[in-house]
């Protein structure tokens, strides 16, 4: 008799564990967004990897220990021109060519910002190409086909950013002066 009433008591307690685990989970998952399909990234981390698509002005997706990630430039916003239900911006289409140019089918060292990734679990770096060092976020902004974005704590290049972005208005650089 015993037997018959451990029996629903015993499932009905490894139901409420694997449940509780699953809830474990998922709060995990949310609660540490520095891990993405196996990689963890430490904030001000220098990362080698090669970017495989270049998405827009400033996200791209890279190949990194075997898996694709997706980096968005950190301190920089450049028009939208895949944004879901919204239409491409003025400058958007520029900025992705110009972006291409840089970076598509390059070797780049990703520099992990202090929070080194978003609620989206992209990967936020600044990004460099390897084998020239040229900065890439700078010379979006630089050129005018960005504008500065500071999202503390990433906030290192925040002055920088903002004294090329002042320059490039000046000068009426790329978006400044089409848009």
Not at 8 to 28: E, I, K, N, S
Not at 34 to 40: E, F, I, Q, S
Not at 105 to 119: C, F, K, S
């Given at each position: 008799m015993a037997t018959r009433t451990a029996l629903?008591?015993?499932?009905?307690?490894?139901?409420?564990?694997?449940?509780?685990?699953?809830?474990?989970?998922?709060?995990?998952?949310?609660r540490r967004?520095?891990?993405?399909?196996?990689?963890?990234?430490?904030?001000?981390?220098?990362i080698v990897a090669?970017?495989?698509?270049?998405i827009d002005g400033d996200t791209v997706h890279v190949s990194l220990l075997g898996t694709?990630?997706?980096?968005?430039?950190?301190g920089v916003d450049t028009p939208e021109s895949v944004k879901p239900g919204a239409p491409v911006a003025c400058y958007a289409k520029a900025a992705s060519h110009h972006n291409a140019q840089l970076v598509d089918?390059?070797?780049?060292?990703?520099?992990?910002?202090?929070?080194?990734?978003?609620?989206y679990g992209?990967?936020?770096?600044?990004?460099?190409?390897?084998?020239?060092?040229?900065?890439v976020n700078a010379e979006l902004v630089a050129r005018g086909f960005a504008r500065t974005l500071t999202i503390p704590p990433n906030i290192r290049f925040g002055p920088?950013?903002?004294?090329?972005?002042?320059?490039?208005?000046?000068?009426?650089?790329?978006?400044?002066?089409?848009?």
């Open positions: 629903p008591c015993l499932f009905v307690l490894a139901t409420a564990v694997f449940v509780a685990g699953r809830l474990h989970a998922t709060a995990d998952t949310t967004p520095d891990t993405a399909r196996g990689v963890h990234v430490t904030g001000g981390q220098r090669r970017v495989t698509r270049v694709t990630q997706t980096v968005r430039y950190i089918r390059e070797e780049v060292v990703l520099i992990a910002g202090e929070e080194p990734r978003d609620r992209r990967l936020l770096a600044y990004v460099y190409r390897s084998w020239d060092d040229r900065f920088r950013f903002a004294a090329l972005a002042q320059a490039a208005r000046r000068a009426r650089r790329g978006l400044w002066g089409a848009c």
